[in-house]
């Protein structure tokens, strides 16, 4: 009995994650009112076949497979027709403008002026003057944007330019070597072999990380077990 139990609770879980898979990142993140809906039945169809195992499993992946149907259907909708977006997920909402509340739309959303505070607080956000626009937006998050003389100065406000810095490349992660990111580089394993050589770093596998950024500085930490580390931060500059 606890056999076949554990076989419909591992069917479900593959299926779950299947389902997860094709209704992608959205309902991972931003949950609109109908996103939430769709979880909750999610939850309580999946149930079905474990809390009762008298009834088939089919019983319980047929209405799941039915949700993930209805659910692909109405998202390739909204994405065709904007009528149909703002029925399903909502319009966002200006609620202040020009650093005054708009209490008209702030009744309509119900969204009252403690909750509004709190979110502009997460949002370093002190005063309502300094806000030239506040959107409460259809998944319940607050974008914020300050007016321009409250925003903090940047480098080009002060005309000072900068290196650009891009996105370091991640070249060993917990002892492998990422062939992906080398050759994103332009590099190979025979370049990152020799520079590990050059640190008396014998195997990649002995590195816990280590990162290429856009300058050519190899940034490399060892493995806590291996009892030492490299000087200072580990990064050294890329031989051109």
């Known amino acids: 009995m606890f056999g076949v139990l554990i076989l419909r609770t591992l069917l479900v879980y593959v299926a779950l994650l299947v389902v997860v898979r094709l209704t992608g990142k959205r309902e991972m993140g931003h949950v609109s009112p109908f996103d939430f809906v769709v979880a909750i039945l999610i939850a309580e169809v999946a149930v079905l076949p474990i809390a009762e195992p008298q009834r088939p499993v089919w019983n319980g ?18 994405l065709k027709s904007q009528r149909v977006r703002d029925v399903v997920t909502g319009r966002p909402s200006i609620v202040i403008r020009d ?4 209490e008209e739309e702030l009744r309509s959303v119900r969204f009252c002026i403690d909750d509004l505070l709190e979110s502009l607080r997460s949002k370093d956000v002190a005063d309502i003057t300094d806000v030239e626009v506040a ?5 319940g998050s607050l974008s914020v944007i300050r007016k321009s003389q409250c925003r903090p100065v940047t480098p080009a406000d002060l005309g000072v330019s900068t290196r650009y810095e891009g996105l370091p490349l991640p070249v060993i992660k917990d002892g492998v070597i990422n062939d992906e990111a080398l050759a994103a580089a332009g590099l190979d394993r025979a370049w990152l072999n020799e520079e590990l050589r050059r640190r008396g770093i014998g195997r990649a596998r ?7 950024n856009t300058a050519g500085e190899l940034f490399v930490q060892l493995r806590k077990a291996r009892g030492r580390d490299l000087p200072g ?4 500059p890329r031989d051109p």
């Open 233 to 236: 931060d580990g990064t050294t």
């Open 135 to 139: 959107i409460l937006e259809p998944n």
């Open 99 to 102: 650093g005054r509340l708009v």
């Open 61 to 78: 992946l047929v209405p799941l497979a039915t949700i993930v149907f209805a659910e692909l259907a109405l998202s390739w909708l909204t």
């Open 206 to 212: 002995e590195v816990f990380y280590a990162q290429l």
